[in-house]
Structure formats: structure tokens, C-alpha cells
Nanobody
Framework: QVQLVESGGGLVQPGGSLRLSCAAS????????MGWYRQAPGKQREAVAG???????TYADAVKGRFTISRDNAKNTVYLQMNSLKREDTALYYC???????????????WGQGTQVTVSS
């Protein structure tokens, strides 16, 4: 059974930094696209950053130049380094990972449980 475990969220002052991690487990064969999404209260979930299996990255305009997504395939983990955080970055952050397993050779995308990021003074 695939599990995505997120960590690294918390309370930070404006201008501060946080690093989110999302580790996948569960008889994984291959990893594909990985990404981070966020959902603020009263708003729809939105894409924040993505990274392909080849390392190509994409970012939402709101976070370009401040956030960096990376991956460590050996650890089945995707990261989101968030710098110069703003109050409007406050949201529940979710990772999304595409992968295959020994029992499911079809690429399937899974969601993490979410980690809260709160930017406040």
C-alpha cells in the first residue's frame, strides 16, 4: 500500500523559510512526476510547483523566485524549499506523486495528507 508522508510545515514569520518533505513508501518500482499543491481556507486547491522525472521544474507565478522544488529518487522523496514567505502563502500544502509499484504497473498519482504552513507575525 502506497503512503506519502509529509513533514516540515509550521508557523513562520513573514520573510522566513520552511522546507517541506514528502516521502513515498510501499513497494515502489518507479517515480514519475512529483508536485506540490496548496489550499487556503475558502479557496480551491492550486498547483504550486512540479518536477518531472527528468528534473524539469515548473512554478506558479506567485512563488517563482521564492520556492524551489527538488527530488531525491533514491529516497523516494520530493522537497519544497520555501523562502521569503508571505502571509498569502498560508495554506495546507499537499504533495502529489506519480509512481508504479510491484502490484500496480500503471502510473498512478497519490496525494499526501497535507501539512499546514502558516505565515504570521
Amino acid at each position: 500500500q502506497v503512503q506519502l508522508v509529509e513533514s516540515g510545515g509550521g508557523l513562520v514569520q513573514p520573510g522566513g523559510s520552511l522546507r517541506l518533505s514528502c516521502a513515498a513508501s510501499g513497494n515502489i518500482l518507479s517515480l514519475y512526476g512529483m508536485g506540490w499543491y496548496r489550499q487556503a481556507p475558502g479557496k480551491q486547491r492550486e498547483a504550486v510547483a512540479g518536477i518531472s522525472s527528468g528534473g524539469t521544474t515548473t512554478y506558479a507565478d506567485a512563488v517563482k523566485g521564492r520556492f524551489t522544488i527538488s527530488r531525491d529518487n533514491a529516497k523516494n522523496t520530493v522537497y519544497l524549499q520555501m523562502n521569503s514567505l508571505k502571509r498569502e502563502d498560508t495554506a495546507l500544502y499537499y504533495c502529489n506523486v506519480g509512481l508504479t509499484t510491484t502490484t500496480n504497473r500503471r502510473t498512478t498519482y497519490y496525494w499526501g495528507q497535507g501539512t499546514q504552513v502558516t505565515v504570521s507575525s
